[in-house]
């Protein structure tokens, strides 16, 4: 018998690229311009990434369709999670006031994901924005006790945004920081001076600023513990 010696496995690759000199706009866009065109299916892959969150924002679209008992009951009602409702935690992240309301975070999600996709596939992107929304209503839970409700995508958006700068940062781009940077000062401005101007009125309701803070404090979460996997995860493996 021939005893073959065993192929030798390459040490996994880090999920993002390797750092580069700082990208231009244009060069980053073109090159998910030209990614467009090799979109896939499997949410193994991260060029499925837009097709998974299409799919995700026509979920939201036809949750903001029920009956508006129905969409009472998936609200994030802090009486209700203290009686044991605790499902309200994650979907009260999943419905919203109105419609021009579903429309601003649905846009901003796809955007967003069109922009940031390339770091991680669909399965990530999932874990990173229920992790963001449950960090989002268990903030308020624990630490805005004088919100009663609250609605809405927009606190796990904050904490995606998070997640897509701080990805930029790992990939070696300086406007990475510019977002960063962005994202904090809105984050501020809103704990010092309340929700931005004209947001209410868009949105047809008060705009709860806390649920985008403790949104974003689950995005740094997400991207720690991703951290520490991946690097775990790639030392295991023998090189």
């Known amino acids: 018998m021939i005893r073959r010696n065993p192929k ?53 679209i036809a949750l903001q369709g029920l009956p508006a008992e129905w969409q009472r009951v998936l609200w994030y009602d802090r ?8 499902w309200r935690i994650l979907t009260g992240n999943l419905v919203h006031l109105g419609w021009m309301h579903l429309a601003l975070n649905v846009g901003a999600l796809l955007i967003g994901t ?21 960090v989002s209503s268990l903030g308020l839970f624990f630490f805005s006790p004088d919100i009663a409700w609250c609605v809405g ?11 897509g700068a701080i990805d930029w940062i790992r990939q070696g781009d300086r406007v990475g920081w510019l977002l960063l940077a962005i994202w904090t000062g809105k984050l501020a401005w809103e704990q010092l001076n ?33 951290h520490i996997y991946r690097r775990r995860v790639a030392v295991s493996v023998p090189g």
Do not use: K
Not at 48 to 55: F, N, Q
Not at 79 to 86: D, F, L, S
Not at 153 to 163: D, E, F, K, N
Not at 209 to 217: E, F, K, N, Q, R
């Open 114 to 134: 069109w922009v940031f996709y390339p770091a991680r596939n669909p399965i990530a992107w999932a874990i990173a924005q229920i992790v963001c929304s449950v």
């Open 194 to 226: 309340g929700a931005m101007p004209f947001s209410t009125e868009t949105v047809g309701s008060a705009v709860v600023t806390d649920a985008h803070l403790w949104g974003a404090v689950g995005g740094l979460l997400y991207v720690a513990v991703e």
């Open 8 to 60: 030798r496995r390459n040490a996994r690759r880090d999920y993002l690229p390797p750092a580069r000199p700082c990208q231009q706009f244009s060069t980053r866009f073109d090159q998910v311009a030209l990614s467009v065109g090799q979109i896939t299916f499997s949410p193994r892959l991260e060029s499925s990434s837009l097709v998974w969150a299409t799919g995700f924002a026509v979920m939201l």
């Open 79 to 86: 009486e209700a999670v203290a009686a044991g409702e605790y």
């Open 153 to 163: 995508m927009s606190g796990a958006l904050h904490g995606l945004l998070m997640i």
